[in-house]
Antibody
Framework: EVQLVESGGDLVQPGGSLRLSCAASGFTFSDYWMHWVRQPPGKGLMWISRLNVEGTGTYYADSVKGRFTISRDNAKNTVYLQMNSLRAEDTAVYYC??????????WGQGTTVTVSS | QSALTQPPSASGSPGQSVTISCTGTSSDVGGYNYVSWYQQHPGKAPKLMIYEVSKRPSGVPDRFSGSKSGNTASLTVSGLQAEDEADYYCCSYAGSNNLNYVFGTGTKVTVL
């Protein structure tokens, strides 16, 4: 089955760190750019980061630049999002998505990150 | 990071059509033919409905269609069905040196 499965979401204090993982299966992972998109509670979608197929080209939204790092392990079919210096406004459901023609054709179920003291 | 502008809500009776607009700028919607649309049911992940302005992925009913004129893209759902009731988001590529991707504010479609 073609799918993405995120994990790693948790409750974390402001200033803390968290690493999200997204395991891919059912397709050739190394052929696709991968992205992270988040959705704060009751709000809309926001693109936050993408990574090229080799893992050498990274892009970030201004709101997370310098705090978040995207990476991938093509041998493990997994993409990661390392989140540091977390803020209350980072509270959201985080989705891993597969890039397709400058859109996103496959989504995981999401993992919830809550930043609160 | 400015979001694309969508109407908060839209509605129609079963069998009718509803059109949702998505307004951006020449730096995003108007500058690229890379507008996509997503359907999201409550508590679920988004689903790609339209890509490259007007193309439908395999499995998406042809009741869903997309178009673009200038800085505004549109999604039309024809022959509304109960299962079409959901939130819809547009998204545009905005260039790798700028915003990369920008989503719309979202539209809640209600089937009356």
């Amino acid at each position: 089955e073609v799918q993405l499965v995120e994990s790693g979401g948790d409750l974390v204090q402001p200033g803390g760190s968290l690493r999200l993982s997204c395991a891919a299966s059912g397709f050739t992972f190394s052929d696709y750019w991968m992205h992270w998109v988040r959705q704060p509670p009751g709000k809309g979608l926001m693109w936050i980061s993408r990574l090229n197929v080799e893992g050498t080209g990274t892009y970030y939204a201004d709101s997370v630049k310098g705090r978040f790092t995207i990476s991938r392990d093509n041998a493990k079919n997994t993409v990661y999002l390392q989140m540091n210096s977390l803020r209350a406004e980072d509270t959201a459901v985080y989705y891993c998505t597969r890039g397709w023609s400058e859109g996103f054709d496959l989504w995981g179920q999401g993992t919830t990150v809550t930043v609160s003291s | 990071q400015s979001a694309l502008t969508q109407p908060p809500s839209a509605s129609g009776s079963p069998g009718q059509s509803v059109t949702i607009s998505c307004t951006g700028t020449s730096s995003d919607v108007g500058g690229y033919n890379y507008v996509s649309w997503y359907q999201q049911h409550p508590g679920k992940a988004p689903k790609l409905m339209i890509y490259e302005v007007s193309k439908r992925p395999s499995g998406v009913p042809d009741r869903f269609s997309g178009s673009k004129s200038g800085n505004t893209a549109s999604l039309t759902v024809s022959g509304l069905q109960a299962e079409d009731e959901a939130d819809y988001y547009c998204c545009s590529y905005a260039g790798s040196n700028n915003l990369n991707y920008v989503f719309g504010t979202g539209t809640k479609v209600t089937v009356l």
